[in-house]
């Protein structure tokens, strides 16, 4: 009988282990996959736009129909990354990813008390060229993607919603 128990007990351990561990590599595969999926073959530090979720082409995860996306991949090693908002009246949020699929910053309309937003994103080394008063972040990585939702209240207003999305700059300084 203690036997029995062992192989069960071993057996549910391994069980809940292997478990733990493929759902946390999945979880990081499958946004590094998603990742790679935008950006292959475009320019870092320019705005790119996404097929709507309604497309047969569209990549993102669990993508809302209602969403206009926009994305910017970028690399940090050289020079600081500066991206300029102006905010649509709708939700508008923005999403940083690092090279390996974890988001390590969000921010929304909700969040900024403006019609404009500009954030720097610079590592550690560049930080400190930068101007008093900059809304500064540093990335875990120099390398990621920034993706960028806006609302579409209608769907006769997508062109408007991806006109002001265009508007939108990921440039280095």
Known sequence: ????????TATFLFAAIGHVATILYSQLTLQSQAITKITAGKPLNTLGLIASARSKSMFVPLASPDISYGYCSYDISLRPIRIRVNLPPTY???AAYSKNGINFFTINNRQVNTRKLEIVFASEQHK????EGTTIVTPPTETGLFLFRTFVPNRSLVEVVQAQMRETRCTPL
């Open 128 to 131: 400190a060229q930068l101007e």
């Open 1 to 8: 009988m203690k036997k029995f128990l062992f192989w069960i």
């Open 92 to 94: 508008w949020s923005l």
